[in-house]
């Protein structure tokens, strides 16, 4: 028993890629997307930070590079899949909630089990740090996709992907990060000389339409 195992456990996060059983030019790990993820986090909490949101940066932290910990016990699960039924989701989050309890009860000192099951419980809730945790999670695979279908990878599954993300960005609309990155960072993404890619264009400029009429 000790904190030996958890940071030997942080090793093995590097060789759990996500997205799986799909070709892909470039893989993303668990622990590669836990830093991107944030990363970006850092940015959104500043944009609400100067927006007037109280925004408590601990928790910012915490719970982004945390997120995904709980993937170490049962793996990537494809989006499409992982959201198909929320009832599926909901389940999902069960298991992983329980097998990382298991974990930190057969692994942690006592004294360190309680913060960590704070620290690793499912960080997306209703709070400021809880949504800029969701929205950055997205936005992480929006890029992953984008990669994917820049570089004229024909699995359609990378077209689905960035519309569902896009989606879901949207629905947290009323933050003045995703504001930001609608109106500032996307449009630079889109009109990129090199993107060749007039699907991606196609899909941003009919759900940002969407937006604007809702």
């Not at 809880?130 to 890029?143: E, F, M, Q």
């Amino acid at each position: 028993m000790g904190i030996h195992k958890y940071f030997q456990s942080l090793s093995d996060l590097e060789g759990i890629y996500r997205c799986p059983g799909v070709f892909k030019y470039q893989e993303h790990s668990v622990a590669s997307h836990s830093f991107k993820v944030a990363t970006i986090a850092q940015f959104l909490a500043t944009i609400e930070e100067r927006d007037g949101q109280s925004v408590n940066w601990k928790k910012v932290y915490e719970r982004a590079i945390n997120h995904d910990y709980s993937e170490l016990f049962t793996g990537d699960i494809k989006t499409p899949v992982k959201y198909a039924l929320p009832k599926l989701r909901e389940l999902l989050s069960q298991v992983e909630g329980s097998m990382t309890k298991e974990f930190l009860d057969n692994q942690f000192p006592p004294e360190f089990r309680q913060c960590y099951e704070e620290r690793l419980k499912e960080g997306k809730d209703d709070s400021i740090e809880g949504k800029i945790l969701a929205v950055a999670d997205k936005i992480d695979l929006l890029y992953e996709a984008y990669g994917e279908i820049e570089k004229g990878n024909p699995e359609p599954l990378f077209l689905q992907i960035y519309k569902e993300a896009l989606e879901s960005i949207i629905k947290f609309r009323e933050l003045a990060s995703v504001h930001y990155f609608l109106t500032v960072i996307l449009r630079e993404m889109i009109e990129e000389e090199s993107l060749s890619q007039t699907s991606i264009e196609t899909i941003t400029l009919r759900l940002l339409h969407d937006l604007t009429k809702n």
